[in-house]
């Protein structure tokens, strides 16, 4: 994994799609599919892909995850729980744990983000939204969100601070060198979590807004045109009725 890299959500995608790159290279995508993500890198293709746990996993919920490699087998886990923070500690707050297969510990995020039901992602006010520690509890991972990019966030910037994180013929034994687990840990949290790209879900969400409106006004004229039958009805009745009304002591024809 790239040393410093970007994470930029795509607009004219249908899938959710991030795409990253080192500087100005390509490097990888991550499209979000309803019950996967999947990860393509370079020339090499489908690199793996992720399981979430719990499905529907709602755009304001963290859900726990499985990182699996292009076989289908689980290499990572990762899993939301509670525990000390680290810029405070004795608060207990809400952060991902991360774990091989095995079960044996990986390391953990800072504490996660809210996130807002909206196509701009995540709520932080602060562009340093995450830090990762590994098991030594030394701050391995950096991501920040562009500073420019304050409702609709789309880009993120990534910092691996971890010594040795190339030149590994297994990655395994780093995971913060493993593209398969940085880009998905990154993912899986600081993006909007709608399974389609920015701009379908502004399309859908119009569409929902145009069919509620168009059925509030369709039952204003039906409540209307209900009204005006009820004043017709009215209106014939008394006109059927009209020669008895004018018999009646208003119309001056008591006898004398």
């Not at 790239?2 to 290279?25: I, K, L, Q, Y």
């Not at 040795?164 to 395994?172: C, E, L, P, Q, S």
């Not at 990154?186 to 909007?192: G, L």
């Amino acid at each position: 994994m790239p040393a410093h890299f970007t994470f930029a959500r795509e607009m004219f995608t249908f899938w959710a799609t991030e795409t990253v790159s080192d500087g100005n290279t390509y490097f990888c995508k991550v499209e979000q599919r309803p019950f996967n993500a999947v990860l393509f890198i370079g020339d090499a293709g489908f690199a793996g892909s992720v399981v979430k746990k719990h499905w529907p996993c709602m755009p304001w919920n963290y859900c726990d995850f499985d990182i699996l490699d292009c076989q289908g087998n689980v290499v990572y886990k990762a899993i939301t729980q509670t525990m000390d923070s680290i810029q405070e500690p004795g608060e207990q707050i809400l952060a991902y744990k991360f774990m091989h297969a095995d079960g044996s510990y990986i390391g953990r995020t800072s504490e996660l983000p809210n996130l807002l039901i909206r196509l701009g992602g995540i709520s932080e006010k602060r562009d340093e939204v995450m830090m990762v520690r590994d098991t030594g509890d030394v701050v391995v991972l950096k991501v920040k969100k562009d500073p420019n990019q304050r409702f609709w966030v789309t880009n993120w910037y990534g910092e691996i601070l971890s010594l040795g994180t190339t030149g590994f013929a297994d990655v395994r034994s780093v995971p913060m060198a493993d593209p398969l687990f940085v880009t998905f840990l990154v993912s899986m949290q600081f993006r909007n979590k709608g399974l389609f790209s920015p701009l379908v879900n502004c399309i859908l969400l119009l569409l929902l807004v145009g069919a509620v409106c168009f059925g509030v006004r369709k039952w204003r004229q039906t409540a209307n045109s209900s009204g005006q039958d009820e004043d017709y009805d009215l209106a014939e009745l008394l006109r059927d009725n009209a020669p008895v009304l004018e018999q009646g002591c208003c119309a001056g024809n008591r006898p004398r």
